[in-house]
């Protein structure tokens, strides 16, 4: 009897290891990227042709797909091809083809280009990053400067020297990863790339900068 009892034990046990093993590959599986449903997922990518600005996509429900950057912002749409994703870019063409849930190639146009998944909480809040501006020629317009967004809202400090705010923006979160500002004239889009920099991007009527900050 008392061997009976312990093979009984042993026998629940193995069966509830193999329905937390299938719970776990369920799980993953609807975790996944899915070329043909990729909500939950975007691409962040940089044009060949506008240094350094970056971009994000972040797809959307049906066909849609959502932009933001200094140089973009609106929805647009996608379609697939195979194992490509096609963006539509004003009219252009953008060509990502994917494999095992990364980006492999893309149009000569693009730069660099990375598919992330979009984490559950947004990347920016409560946080504050220091770093520098430089102009568009690569020379410096700002030694110092930083961002400072707030823990329950989507506002953010900007600034010189940490403590001293000279102005305070309302922005668009993108992605849980981006803030996207339009205000007064001008564009500004901060970004926390894959690797975990920050860059930002500041675009005016006379003015193109960007911002590397930690």
């Known amino acids: 009897m008392k061997t009976f009892k312990i093979s009984i034990k042993l026998l629940v046990l193995i069966i509830s290891l193999v329905i937390f093993s299938c719970k776990k590959d369920k799980n993953n599986i609807k975790s996944s990227f899915d ?67 990364k980006i492999v190639s ?14 559950d909480e947004n990347q920016l809040l409560a946080k504050t990053f220091t770093g520098t501006y430089f102009n568009k020629d690569g020379s410096i317009l700002h030694p110092k400067f930083f961002y400072k967004f707030e823990t329950y809202t989507n506002k953010v400090d900007a600034g010189y020297d940490v403590g001293t705010t000279v102005r305070t923006e309302n922005y668009t979160s993108m992605g849980n990863v981006a803030a996207f500002i339009q205000n007064n004239g001008y ?8 690797d975990g920099t920050i860059e930002s991007n500041y675009s005016s009527k006379n003015s193109n900068a960007y911002g590397v900050f930690k």
């Open 187 to 194: 564009v500004e889009f901060i970004i926390k790339m894959p």
């Open 106 to 119: 893309f149009s000569d146009n693009i730069k660099t280009a990375e598919l992330i998944k979009i984490p």
């Open 35 to 101: 070329i043909n449903n990729p909500k939950g997922y975007a691409i962040i990518y940089k044009y060949r042709n506008v240094s350094p600005s970056t971009t994000i996509a972040v797809f959307n429900e049906g066909n849609k797909v959502i932009y933001g950057g200094t140089h973009t912002r609106g929805i647009a749409s996608f379609s697939v091809s195979n194992d490509q994703l096609i963006l539509d870019d004003d009219g252009i063409d953008l060509v990502f083809k994917i494999e095992n849930e």
